[in-house]
């Protein structure tokens, strides 16, 4: 099993920055695809980032692509999401999800098979 330890969220303001960290524990993350989601409310949780294990590939939905920034540290077994030019619209839950060993980073939550609890990210004045 993985656990998955989100942390990092906080009250912004517009323009400012966030970097989010996942931890895992239980099992190494370092060949599992690794993906960050979002829950605004009352909306549907939507993809945001992903990155491969495989290579340097890395995913972002157009919402945020040259905003946000997700990388990895396989050593310390964790998974970051650098947030820059927050915007109101980016205030939400944020989730860090793992996939089965070996598979593909995807924009798709099915393909994930482990999901933190989440952390509040809220952008206002």
């Known amino acids: 099993q993985v656990q998955l330890v989100e942390s990092g969220g906080a009250l912004v303001q517009p323009g400012g920055s966030l970097r989010l960290s996942c931890t895992a524990s239980?099992?190494?993350?370092?060949?599992?695809?690794m993906g960050w989601f979002r829950q605004a409310p009352g909306k549907e949780r939507e993809f945001v980032a992903a990155i491969s294990w495989s290579d340097p590939s890395t995913y972002d939905a157009r919402s945020v692509k040259g905003r946000f920034t997700i990388s990895r540290d396989n050593a310390k077994n964790t998974v970051y999401l650098q947030m820059n030019s927050l915007k109101p619209e980016d205030t939400a839950v944020y989730y860090c999800?793992?996939?089965?060993?070996?598979?593909?980073?995807?924009?798709?939550?099915?393909?994930?098979?482990?999901w933190g609890q989440g952390t509040q990210v809220t952008v206002s004045s």
């Open positions: 999800a793992a996939t089965k060993i070996g598979a593909r980073a995807s924009e798709w939550q099915g393909g994930y098979d482990y």
């Open positions: 239980g099992r190494t993350v370092s060949n599992r695809a």
